[in-house]
């Protein structure tokens, strides 16, 4: 009676407390993880999203970056930012090169310079194709070279001759071909067709065995033989190229179940389910391997392919559904009505009302290292024009494509700083 008197109200408080300082940790380490992982998109020869450069300078590089790949067949692209936000230069460089995949697969020709203005930084990221000529040490010579026009304020003067050098270090036409046990992409792309084919009539006989009524160890038989044996054999033929085997035990996976599926539903009589189903899938791999060109990952096919299919499949058949939901309201929605209404009424009426209404419902239907002297800015374009054939329909050599065609980096190269 006279002890000190409950207080409940605080426990809610306590807890809006705690739940606030959850929701703080979580954003101070959400925020720093958006920033840091804000990689500008590469599809220029040179990327300058703060505008460092004018368009003068700007094309200047952008032509000296297309004459080394006519004539060096080196992919070299520039990335000009104001600070990595506290993001080592380097893991922000292998992220710029590996979202951007400079090079072609298999040759690993790609060269990513990037430049951070604000935190006094410079990296070249090298592709595994131009280690050999382009060590780290000569790459952090090659920008330690170019570090007294960095700090004058000549960013563009020290592209040019980072260029320059890099012309110099590079390999001649030729050198840089693919490994031995390389698949060229059309090999990678026909070893693609080939695993959706075989999947496909795996999946077929499958669907073929239940249809026969096939039991027991017979059809554990059948279906062992169907299933594992030929992502065997397609490891086995792949087994000297880049391609590994889990992504070809993934691929033959998926795509055995989505057909297998197919089939099933068109044993079944669902002839608009199933014809969706496999008729998207193969479409939509059509559609995504021929829009990744010249790609020698299985990996990104797949993933190309998965894309489109998964809108193919679903874009019908979600209108079939529609469809399907419409004619079921119309043909029984009124009549579920009809229907518990004379069922609640039949229990509770005399015999002659509820033989009414059953009458009734009864009809109802419920069925780079140079220095920057050395590089002639206008000579280069003009040897550009008569050599490379990308900027033709441009006369801007800063607005050529300079997509990526599927290079990789390890991680090479080297960093400086003015």
Known sequence: ?????????????????????????????????????????????????????TAQEMESVAQALVQLRAERQVQMAVLLVDTTNGQPLEDFAHEAFSAWKGGEAGRDNGLLLVVAKGDRRSRLEVGYGLEPYLTDGEATT?????????????????????????????????????????????AVSAFFFAMLATAFV??????????????????????????????VVLVLVAGSSQLTA????????????VFFVGWFAC???QWGLGVILLGGTVF???LGVSLLDGSTDLGDLLLQAAIPSFFSVVGPGGLLLLVKGIRWISRHGSGSWSREGSVSWSSNSS???????????????????????????????????????SSSSDSSSSSSDWGGGGGSSGGGGGSDSW
């Open 1 to 53: 009676m006279g002890g000190a008197p409950d207080r409940p109200a605080s426990r809610p408080s306590a807890v809006l407390g705690g739940l606030h300082m959850v929701k703080a940790v979580l954003l101070s380490l959400l925020i720093p993880t958006l920033v840091l992982g804000a990689v500008p998109s590469i599809t220029r020869p040179v990327t300058d999203p703060q505008g460092m450069l």
């Open 142 to 186: 090659l920008l330690h070279a170019q570090g007294p026009l960095m700090r004058e304020g000549r960013i563009a003067d020290a592209l040019v001759a980072i260029i320059a050098g890099v012309h110099e270090q590079a390999p001649g036409q030729g050198a840089l071909s693919p490994p031995a046990n390389s698949w060229l992409p059309a």
């Open 202 to 231: 795996a999946a077929l006989l499958l669907n073929r065995c239940l249809l026969l009524d096939m039991k027991g160890l017979r059809l554990l038989v059948a279906a062992a033989l169907l299933g594992a044996v030929p992502p």
């Open 246 to 257: 889990g992504s070809i035990l993934f691929g033959y996976g998926g795509m055995l179940i």
């Open 267 to 269: 044993g079944r009589g």
């Open 284 to 286: 939509g791999s059509l």
């Open 351 to 389: 015999s002659s009302t509820s033989s009414d209404w059953n009458s009734s419902s009864s009809s109802t239907d419920w069925g780079s290292s140079a220095s920057s002297s050395s590089y002639d800015s206008s000579s280069s374009s003009s040897s550009y024009d008569s050599s490379s054939s």
